[in-house]
């Protein structure tokens, strides 16, 4: 069974600019929880998503948004870039509300300069 | 809301040697506790798990205990290998439609 794929790998970008990242969990799961890893903070939850709703959200800024497809598959969006941005994004799916094991994508790395 | 605070930072041992790494958690009600690797340039991978109705699970030479009295469950890897060398996140979950809450990661280093 293929793993949570997660695109770009790498991204560059620069303050102000806005970028979506794409996670696509492991076929049959239903959720998908988003994180940011920070040397500092480590990991921090942003949010998850279940069919298509969004379940929980973590304490960040409305910059930070995200929305599931049908097919399960999640994009998170951030606008107006700002430096402190510069994080690994980790993306998550379980099986569903109930199936708390999370298997995790390898990370998009985004550098905001 | 739940509280995972995990002990040490860095941990730095011969090969061969054991490792152990500390978790304790704040609210009684989580019943879920994985433990994840996550080697450099690489997601989080969970290599095992224990709920609250075991108080040890083994697997080859990776074992984790759970005392809930205490509220506090440990990891331990035993004949440590170069290869064992990554950062290890311990978390506590209470199910359901709970979002799991981790430590902040130890760095085990394996010197060979």
């Known amino acids: 069974k293929a793993g949570v794929t997660q695109t770009p790998r790498y991204l560059i970008k620069t303050r102000g600019q806005q970028v979506t990242l794409s996670c696509s969990p492991i076929?049959?799961?239903?959720?998908v929880s988003w994180y940011q890893q920070t040397p500092g903070q480590g990991l921090q939850f942003l949010f998850e998503y279940f069919s298509e709703t969004q379940r929980n959200k973590g304490n960040f800024p409305g910059r930070f948004s995200g929305r599931q497809f049908s097919n399960s598959r999640s994009e998170m969006n951030v606008s107006t870039l700002e430096l402190g941005d510069s994080a690994l994004y980790l993306c998550?799916?379980?099986?569903?509300?109930?199936?708390?094991?999370?298997?995790f994508g390898p990370g998009t790395r985004l550098l905001v300069l | 809301g739940e509280n995972v605070e995990q002990h040490p930072s860095t941990l730095s041992v011969q090969e061969g040697d054991s490792a152990v790494i500390k978790c304790t958690y704040s609210d009684s009600a989580s019943n879920y506790f994985p433990w994840y690797k996550q080697e450099l340039g690489k997601g989080p991978q969970l290599i095992i798990d224990i709920r609250s109705n075991v108080g040890e699970k083994k697997d080859q030479r990776i074992a984790v205990t759970l005392n809930k009295t205490a509220k506090h469950f440990s990891l331990h890897i035993t004949e440590t290998q170069p290869e064992d060398s990554a950062v290890y996140f311990c978390a506590a979950s209470k199910g359901g439609s709970y979002i799991p809450t981790f430590g902040r990661g130890t760095s085990l280093i394996v010197h060979p």
């Open positions: 076929s049959g799961h239903r959720s």
């Open positions: 998550a799916s379980s099986w569903d509300r109930g199936e708390e094991t999370q298997y």
